[in-house]
């Protein structure tokens, strides 16, 4: 037996095997850590305004950001899929973005169940089939 025989067909690449190299990612990343950080010490890191500024970013992504600062805890449905774009050019409250984030959601044909500290991001069941599955706002 060669040392070639050992070795089975090489699979190509795959787009799951190719990291996403995409700047705002890291952007929002670090939004989310500021986010977090803040939920942590609110006292200490958190900024009481911030000026928010996501540009096709996913929706589950902002949510993860979200709920920390706000004390929430939001799952988003799998079957959930929007690009959200959010911009400021004033800073806002965290107070004042949940809201702001609760409206695109709901404007993108999604439903808000809220449930104590728990917030539920999922289809609407009543929503027309035509809609594509995965939205944009705007």
Excluded at 28 to 45: F, K, T, Y
Excluded at 53 to 76: E, H, Y
Excluded at 101 to 120: D, Q, T
Aim: aromatic share 6%; hydrophobic share 40%; proline share 9%.
């Amino acid at each position: 037996m060669q040392a070639s025989d050992s070795v089975g067909p090489v699979a190509p690449a795959t787009h799951k095997d190719v990291p996403m190299q995409r700047p705002k990612i890291a952007t929002i990343l670090s939004v989310i850590a500021v986010l977090a950080q803040g939920a942590a010490h609110a006292s200490d890191a958190m900024p009481e305004y911030f000026t928010p500024n996501f540009r096709d970013a996913d929706l589950g992504v902002i949510a993860r950001g979200v709920g920390p600062s706000t004390g929430k805890n939001i799952v988003v449905d799998p079957r959930v899929c929007a690009q959200i774009t959010m911009t400021w050019e004033s800073p806002i409250s965290h107070a004042e973005f949940y809201e702001a984030f609760l409206s695109v959601v709901r404007a993108l044909g999604f439903v808000v169940v809220e449930e104590g500290s728990v917030i539920r991001i999922m289809p609407d069941e009543r929503s027309s089939p035509d809609k594509p599955r995965c939205r944009q706002f705007p």
